[in-house]
């Protein structure tokens, strides 16, 4: 089971994401904790009054929402029942248990998951503390969850990275408005809040996975130069079906003036989580002696990373993008290091489709890069097999000499001296 908390300033977006799964078919509120009546027969604003009455009692206190998803193995057959013992058992290890809390059980990914959404305000005006309620507390009741509850192991090799939500069934899409609305929407509201990209392109990345596309129009167009913004569906070309629609028109309001705010911030929040990247990244490379493009981006995807190879009408590659889809980063290659921007990948890269590996590792400390220097990288590409591009060609020639055999140390003569 794995566990995400998000501690944000809205209860009422929190349950309108999950109200509008509910009424587009791939969702159902299966338990209402600390709520008078029957679950069905409650409305939106009787759910977001019970949520209000606590929060207005701590004003001062801003964020006060949180929206929790747990997330199964693909393989779990889980039943309503025991989802709801497992959010209730969940709810109360972290501290949460006397808390309203509504739990939303999902069919929109390939993973069975439930999503909870609460407030940490009490009912004596006090707030729940939830600084760092993600490491001291939530993942030591996970890990007991997942024994009480016999469940698959995060840890465990069996559970494989998964996006957590699934592309748009273009089958199903018509060119109404509202069926594209929604289903854009889907997307745009685990996509945008829960990914951390710097660009437009880098958001693109993610979202052309899940059949969306964010567009400005040309640079001579008026929506432009006003920093207009639409979203259309796209099919398996890339090719934009059905209606576009406005960011404005959106609930979350994704426009570019605030995908722009999110730019700085995402920059130094994805910061720490680059190194695990390049180790995934780099134990793929590292098990090969040669390895196809077409295998390494599906070996990529078991280690929960797509890569996109952007590549001009004669095929050669000029831009690489990694979509890390566990710590939900996006990193263009040439900010990860050399080794994974496109003109390095493009002169690697034979005219077989055979990327050439190369197998000394880059010094570590605690199973982590030390760092990406220029000297380190040369020192890690000593070539195994004959290549039709040398590495003088691509280095120039070479700062460092590198000996794959290690050095022997000279006996020094023990004796007194004269």
């Known amino acids: 089971m794995v566990a995400k908390i998000k501690i944000g300033k809205s209860i009422?977006?929190?349950?309108?994401?999950?109200?509008?799964?509910?009424?587009?078919?791939?969702?159902?509120?299966?338990?209402?904790?600390?709520?008078?009546?029957?679950?069905?027969?409650?409305?939106?604003?009787?759910?977001?009054k019970r949520f209000e009455h606590l929060t207005t009692l701590k004003p001062s206190i801003k964020t006060n929402a949180l929206h929790i998803s747990l997330n199964f193995h693909s393989s779990e057959n889980i039943d309503d029942t025991k989802m709801q013992d497992i959010a209730i058992a969940y709810?109360?290890?972290?501290?949460?248990?006397?808390q309203p809390f509504l739990v939303y059980r999902h069919n929109d990914a390939a993973h069975p998951h439930i999503h909870i959404a609460t407030t940490s305000i009490q009912r004596n005006g006090e707030p729940i503390k939830t600084h760092n309620?993600?490491?001291?507390?939530?993942?030591?009741?996970?890990k007991k969850i997942e024994k009480d509850f016999d469940l698959v192991i995060?840890?465990?090799?069996?559970?494989?990275p998964e996006p957590s939500i699934k592309p748009i069934d273009q089958s199903i899409i018509t060119y109404g408005r509202l069926p594209t609305k929604k289903s854009i929407n889907n997307v745009l509201s685990t996509v945008i809040g829960s990914y951390?990209?710097?660009?437009?392109?880098?958001?693109?990345?993610?979202?052309?996975?899940?059949?969306?596309?964010?567009?400005?129009?040309?640079?001579?167009?008026?929506?432009?130069?006003?920093k207009g913004l639409i979203y259309s569906i796209i099919d398996e070309h890339g090719k934009k079906i059905g209606i576009p629609i406005k960011s404005s028109s959106f609930y979350s309001k994704?426009?570019?003036?605030?995908?722009?705010?999110?730019?700085?911030?995402n920059s130094e929040l994805r910061k720490p989580l680059k190194h695990d990247l390049l180790k995934r990244i780099n134990k793929v490379l590292e098990s090969y002696q040669s390895i196809t493009k077409n295998t390494l981006i599906i070996e990529l995807k078991k280690v929960g990373v797509n890569l996109i190879l952007r590549t001009n009408e004669q095929g050669r590659i000029y831009g690489t993008t990694f979509v890390d889809h566990i710590n939900k980063t996006v990193f263009n290659g040439s900010d990860l290091g050399k080794l994974y921007s496109a003109n390095i990948l493009s002169q690697l890269i034979s005219t077989n489709d055979t990327i050439k590996t190369?197998?000394?590792?880059?010094?570590?400390?605690?199973?982590?890069?030390?760092?990406?220097?220029?000297?380190?990288?040369?020192?890690?590409?000593?070539?195994?097999?004959?290549?039709?591009?040398?590495i003088g060609d691509i280095f120039g020639k070479p700062e460092i000499d590198y000996n794959p055999?290690?050095?022997k140390r000279k006996k020094r003569k023990r004796g007194l001296t004269r």
């Open 91 to 98: 709810m109360e290890s972290i501290g949460f248990g006397d």
């Open 405 to 407: 055999m290690p050095n």
């Open 358 to 390: 190369y197998l000394v590792p880059l010094n570590r400390q605690n199973g982590y890069l030390k760092s990406n220097t220029d000297q380190q990288f040369k020192a890690r590409l000593f070539p195994i097999q004959t290549t039709t591009i040398s």
């Open 12 to 48: 009422g977006g929190i349950l309108h994401y999950n109200e509008n799964k509910v009424i587009e078919g791939v969702a159902k509120l299966i338990l209402a904790s600390g709520f008078a009546g029957e679950v069905e027969n409650m409305d939106f604003e009787h759910k977001l």
């Open 154 to 160: 995060a840890e465990n090799k069996m559970f494989s």
């Open 196 to 226: 951390k990209y710097t660009s437009l392109a880098e958001l693109n990345a993610v979202l052309k996975q899940f059949n969306v596309v964010a567009d400005r129009g040309g640079e001579e167009t008026e929506m432009y130069k006003k």
């Open 133 to 142: 309620i993600g490491r001291l507390v939530s993942e030591p009741a996970r």
């Open 254 to 265: 994704p426009t570019l003036q605030n995908l722009e705010k999110r730019y700085e911030k």
